[in-house]
């Protein structure tokens, strides 16, 4: 970048902050933040704005026409084509616009500002019992502005259309920084008498209805014969049932006419009863000809993924296995509604008799009436695309071709030729989509990087979109043009796609509103704009970790598919952004700014510099990425190394080593408490600490034991000899030092189980030296771990631990920092406490005692990562009457130093306050709360006043010894 145009960047930056309420953000890390999204497209745009209101939207379009800056507005980045990405003034309206105005169910309508997510509105509807009908998989991450600007529709879209179905008026603010609101309006009555003469309306009006004069026979005949149409502007639908509505022209127009600021939507009831099928096919061609008969049934939902989708579903979640049986071509996600069960039975028993029996086109069908199986099988549709991107090797699943639809009776023909077309030029393809509607989302495995792959994209979409026009379809009924599809409206349309030009004339005279969207004098090719092209390099980087299963740094950066997961306000992912809506703070924010450094975008120096530091700081090092993104991005994986890096250049300070060296600190402590635990609490020290290392005072430090569990152990003796076999029980840092009542516990329940306790001495598993980067140490203390506990696996005993994030080390880090098949023996035989009682379940049968208590569980976020919190639950239900419930909360914000850490404090209080903390003060003083992690007991604690037990503490008091099982007596 010039110094002139930095200055110019600056200036504009300045401007406009003078001018508004919200942010302004024009650095060189923003503008890389927002130059890509979910598409396969990069536009580096001038800067962002983060408007706070209608106002401050105004100011910036009025800013922005003065000088012939280009405005583009953009929700969540969850486009697959491109539409949010250009080179101007983005205007990001998720961070401040994203409040429900109004909601009156009563009236079965609401109000939402563009950036409120689907998702939000979702969960606010829910309380008084109404839907939204339209859901895209996007949901979680996508916008209402965004799905206006798009026309989506969903999985639903068989039955209930689109956005635009529901849509009564819209406040847009016009290229003109005017505002107006758009509603139906009668062709024959006084208001569109009034709308003729107003002098911001009028001449839009009366334009409009010149060109739907003027190209009235073209429309008619060019209307491609589907269930629903996105490509171009929707001119037909502008006038219909003797009304004219601005709004209908508006939705679906990607933000090159106006620019939308508060919506009005019409709801619905939820429907009473709603039951799904998972319908099987061993041929594509099959399942094409089943659609054409499921929608003479009205179902409310046909979903298609086919084998190479079901295969990484399967992969990716063994879960989904029993709804994926292995050798099927296809399956399509089938579901009635209706107000009656008996008419939902109807018209499954139907289903069943028409396809299995009468024609014989599905292999099977399996029927979910069971909410947590009609849970998972939606599930596999949601993630179809995503999952996609975990395939290995250069090839990738790329969106350009990906929303052609014809009539759902020429789906059959469709997907035959389109097959053809794939094998002629030896491409693979996943396809999935919207059987119901005819349209498909074909996604083909292309690597472009690759100079005759990049080619490929151009000739199959030249040929593809030949097939889509002679069958009368058309190349959008979902997601609309953007980069991807402007090039080939011409060819859909023809000289039709003048009156396109006209309509955008007409409202954005100048040009500014998102240029080179649907009309455009010199749209780039759709193989052009690339985020990866020919021209992609990536530096190459020395690592600690092995990488192996993504292939090194560089493809593990490049995992993120940019679908933007970490940008959902439930579940663990992303905590940070949660609270601080920052871009940066997603896991695809940082992705995007390691690929830039990666690839010079950003100067080499930013790989070990402050830009990538403040980005990376406020990653907790959860592992929710892991589990939860659907190319499971290990964020904390990236950190690591990016720390290791920056300290080796920087420097590491001393909070750091402190924080790193938790196992030497917590024997010294040990050795002199009671009098550490007074001298870390006297305000003087807590001074020192704050001021001068940056450890927050207003933190409590966890207590040093004087009686370590080590030391405890071997004083009692040795554990008793038993039938069932021996447990190496590994003793944490934390356990050890810190929170020895643990162990104990532990100890006592595995003793009185009747199993032999061995101490596994083995030392630090090294996960505080891997949480700050210190990774050639980490690599040391892993390789040493792995030496000691190898006689444990060599001798077939199982090494049992009770803290998550140090005995995860073992399965997870470990194999990657010490290589070697010794590493890999130790991470299958460790287990958590609990996953070692479940997996044992009928040793347990008649060992605890009954109880009437109730306990709420919080999990910790590497163990939802790497194993899930059910083996916790079902340990604790071994338990007769033990009433067990899971917290709804993601991470607790603690996250090991983090919320030690004085920059850090507010933030991690914030996490917990969003969920887990209300949860736990409204759940009554009669329920006890559980939680594996040491970070998590400590924040709880802090925040709610409420002391959190292992589950190893409850399960020791019920438990009945092994001597004294089946006579009644309990433990002593």
Wanted: hydrophobic content about 40%; charged content about 25%; glycine content about 10%.
């Amino acid at each position: 970048m010039s110094d002139a145009f930095a200055a110019k960047l600056q200036a504009v930056a300045a401007d406009l902050q003078s001018l508004i309420r919200g942010d302004v953000r024009f650095d060189e890390v923003t503008r890389v933040l927002y130059s890509t999204g979910a598409c396969m497209y990069r536009i580096t745009p001038l800067g962002v704005v983060f408007p706070k209101s209608c106002e401050d939207v105004i100011a910036t379009v009025r800013y922005a026409a003065d000088r012939g800056i280009p405005v583009i507005p953009r929700g969540g980045g969850s486009s697959r084509c491109g539409q949010e990405l250009g080179a101007g003034i983005v205007l990001d309206f998720t961070r401040y616009m994203h409040r429900i105005s109004a909601l009156e169910p009563a009236d079965g309508r609401v109000r939402v500002e563009p950036g409120c997510t689907l998702t939000a509105l979702t969960t606010a509807l829910k309380a008084h019992n109404k839907y939204f009908p339209p859901d895209p998989s996007s949901g979680d991450v996508c916008a209402l502005g965004g799905m206006l600007a798009t026309n989506s529709k969903g999985a639903h879209s068989v039955k209930y259309g689109t956005t635009r179905d529901y849509l009564e008026s819209l406040d847009v603010v016009l290229a003109s920084g005017e505002v107006i609101r758009t509603e139906p309006v009668d062709r024959n009555g006084p208001r569109l008498a009034a709308l003729l003469t107003d002098p911001v309306q009028g001449p839009i009006y009366r334009g409009l209805l010149d060109i739907l004069n003027r190209y009235g026979d073209q429309l008619k005949a060019k209307a491609p014969e589907v269930t629903n149409n996105n490509c171009g502007y929707n001119l037909w639908r502008v006038v219909q049932d003797g009304m004219i509505d601005l709004g209908q022209l508006l939705t679906g127009s990607e933000g090159t006419l106006g620019i939308f600021t508060e919506a009005s939507f019409r709801i619905l009831d939820h429907p009473r009863h709603r039951t799904i099928a998972l319908l099987t096919f061993d041929a594509l061609e099959k399942m094409g000809e089943a659609v054409v008969l499921l929608r003479e049934l009205q179902p409310s939902m046909i979903e298609a993924i086919e084998r190479q989708l079901l295969d990484f579903s399967r992969e990716a979640n063994p879960e989904l296995r029993p709804f994926l049986p292995e050798g099927i071509e296809a399956i399509l996600i089938l579901e009635h509604e209706g107000e009656r069960p008996e008419e939902v039975e109807e018209r499954m028993a139907a289903t069943h008799r028409r396809l299995l029996e009468e024609s014989r086109l599905a292999t099977g069908m399996l029927l979910a009436t069971d909410r947590a199986d009609q849970a998972r099988i939606v599930a596999i549709r949601k993630v179809a695309g995503a999952v996609a991107n975990k395939v290995k090797g250069p090839r990738k699943p790329l969106a350009f071709i990906e929303d052609a639809a014809v009539h759902p009776t020429r789906l059959p023909d469709f997907i035959s030729r389109m097959r053809t077309l794939l094998e002629k030029h030896g491409v693979m393809a996943g396809i999935y989509g919207h059987a119901g509607d005819g349209n498909l989302h074909i996604l083909p495995f292309l690597d472009p990087k690759e100079p005759r792959d990049v080619g490929l994209i151009r000739t199959i979409a030249e040929e593809a979109y030949a097939v889509v026009w002679d069958l009368k379809g058309t190349i959008s009924a979902e997601h609309g043009d953007g980069l991807a599809r402007t090039p080939y409206i011409t060819g859909q349309y023809g000289g039709l796609e003048q009156a396109f030009r006209e309509v955008k004339t007409l409202l954005d005279p100048r040009g500014i509103l998102n240029p080179g969207k649907i009309v455009s004098d010199d749209p780039p090719p759709v193989n052009g704009r690339l985020r990866y092209g020919p021209g992609y390099r990536a530096a190459a980087v020395t690592t600690h970790h092995r990488f192996r299963d993504e292939g090194g740094f560089a493809a593990a950066v490049e995992r993120c598919s940019g679908v933007g997961n970490c940008r959902k306000m439930h579940g663990s992912m992303c905590p940070s952004y949660m609270v601080t809506r920052e871009e940066e703070h997603t896991t695809r924010g940082r992705a995007n700014l390691l690929r830039a450094a990666l690839s010079g975008e950003l100067p080499p120096e930013t790989l070990s510099g402050p830009e990538l530091y403040g980005a990376l700081d406020l990653c907790l090092e959860c592992k929710a990425c892991k589990a939860e993104c659907p190319t499971s991005v290990d964020m904390a994986k990236l950190k690591a190394e990016f720390l290791a890096r920056y300290y080796e250049k920087n420097g590491i300070p001393l909070r750091a080593r402190l924080f790193a060296h938790a196992a030497k600190l917590g024997q010294w402590g040990s050795r002199l408490a009671p009098l550490s635990n007074w001298a870390t609490a006297i305000p003087a020290t807590r001074w020192v600490l704050h001021h001068l290392v940056g450890i927050e005072r207003r933190r409590p430090l966890p207590p040093f034991t004087p009686v370590t569990f080590t030391q405890w152990f071997l004083r009692r003796g040795a554990s008793p000899l038993s039938t069932k076999g021996s447990v190496a029980l590994f003793p944490d840092t934390f356990m050890n030092y810190h929170y020895p009542e643990v162990g104990m516990a532990a100890t006592r329940l595995l003793e009185g189980l009747g199993y032999q306790v061995i101490l596994a001495e083995a030392g630090c598993c090294g996960r505080t030296l891997i949480s700050k980067g210190l990774l050639r140490e980490a690599a040391q203390c892993a390789r040493a771990t792995v030496e000691r506990l190898s006689r444990y696996v060599r001798s077939g005993i199982p090494i049992v631990g009770c803290e998550p994030s140090c005995l995860l080390t073992l399965r997870d880090e470990v194999p990657e920092l010490a290589e070697g098949p010794e590493a890999e023996a130790v991470a299958r035989q460790s287990l958590l406490l609990e996953e070692f009682l479940v997996g044992r379940r009928g040793d347990c049968a008649g060992a605890f005692r009954p109880t009437e208590r109730r306990v709420l569980v919080h999990g910790h976020c590497h163990q939802k990562a790497l194993v899930g919190t059910r083996p916790t639950l079902e340990a604790l239900r071994l338990i007769p009457g033990l009433s067990v419930k899971e917290i709804d909360a993601g991470c607790c914000g603690m996250a090991g130093s983090f919320g030690f850490e004085r920059e850090h404090y507010d933030l991690s209080v914030a996490i917990g306050r969003q969920r887990l903390f209300p949860a736990i003060e409204n759940a009554g003083e009669g329920a006890e709360v559980v939680a594996s992690g040491v970070s998590c007991r400590q924040q709880i604690l802090h925040g709610t006043g409420r002391r959190a037990r292992h589950p190893a503490e409850i399960l020791s008091e019920a438990v009945i010894t092994h001597l004294q099982q089946g006579k009644g007596r309990e433990m002593p």
